[in-house]
């Protein structure tokens, strides 16, 4: 027994090992402390100094129930092609005009430019049409040869077909735009659009979105009046702009309550709101229709866990921001970008999206092609409808 006892007991070099390695990882953990705890005081003071001051989202008017289409693509990449490589910066509304075959789109460097489309991708030719001096975004066609603009640096503009800019108005009710949007226009002539914020920039319009007040607008112009009009105020990052095919209304999205509502413009519900499609799969950003009895909106981003999160709980978005406002950028949650389609009811048609997009801001349909824009990307995507259909979801 002495022997055994001898055996399992620890040795004096064993003892000594243990005080050393004791010895050795106190001052390891001191420093640690002595660089954690300073760093969580300042992290904590710099949180109570911000003004940024997130408010609770009305989040009862959004459901777990999530808006599902029908028939889906989620690999929509494997069958895309990209036009206008390193030639287009941040693509990010798109207007076809079905007599030229061109494609007008607004992009990050000012520019917007005209896109002749070919059978090739690679083939189509993109040209600098007319530079705004800001950033375009939204685009439409008006009834005389001019294309309207939602620049949110500058306002709503018109330019000629000879490339003259005209600015129409940058402001409503005495409060300057900060993002004007997107932008379509009637068959009568007045134009309906967008101000996403009118506190905040496209810089910064992640903050807009994480403060969680209704800076948005939906507004018209009557270009014979020259008046502006607010017609729906207080949106959650208003966005996209659809006039109906039979001109009673006008479908706009709001981007953090994922949905789309309608504004009508005549009949008995002249003025009044509903919703045209809600609980939406992801963040709506354009929508456009594409003559066939069909919304095409696209999605900057699926609805992720932690954005779900960051919506829940205004201290999260807050702490988003501070990243944001002090740091060299902020996480990217954008995944599982893509587009929907739905019909004239509002009913979902068919989804496509892929993992791999992220930001995708239009989808028009022209021929048996889905074409995109995008804020992040340096192309236009050209999707094959045809050869890459949505199937039936299980």
Known sequence: MPESNNHNSPSPSTHASRRSSSSSSWPLNFLFLSILVPVAAALLILYQLDSFDPAPLPLHELSHRITAAP???????????FIGVGALMAPEDIAYDSKSGLIYTGCADGWVKRVTLNESAADSVVENWVNTGGRPLGLAHGHDG??????????????????????????????????????DVAKDGMIYFTDASYVYSLKDCILDILEGKPHGRLLSYDPTMKETKVLVPDLY??????????????????????RCKKYYLQGEKKGNVENFIDNLPGTPDNIRYDGEGHYWIAFATEIT????????????????AIMEKYTAGR???EKNSGVMAVNLEGEPIA????????????????????????????????????????HAAT
């Open 331 to 333: 996480l990217h949650m």
């Open 237 to 258: 990052f208003a966005n996209g702009v659809a006039v109906s095919p039979d001109q009673n209304f006008v479908i706009f999205c709001e981007s953090v309550m994922r």
């Open 71 to 81: 028939a889906r693509n989620a690999h929509m990449l494997k069958g895309s092609e």
């Open 305 to 320: 866990d932690s954005w779900n999160l960051a919506l829940r709980y205004p201290f999260i978005r807050k702490w988003l």
């Open 146 to 183: 001019q294309i309207l603009v939602a620049d949110t640096e500058k306002g709503l503009l018109s330019i000629t077909e000879d490339g003259e800019v005209e600015l129409l108005t940058d402001e409503a009710d005495g409060v300057k735009f900060k993002l004007t949007d997107a932008v």
């Open 351 to 390: 989804h496509y999206f892929d993992p791999g997009l992220s930001a995708v801001s239009s989808g028009i349909k022209i021929g048996n092609y889905l074409y995109c824009g995008s804020l992040f990307y340096p192309y236009i995507i050209r999707f094959d409808l045809e050869r890459n259909p949505a």
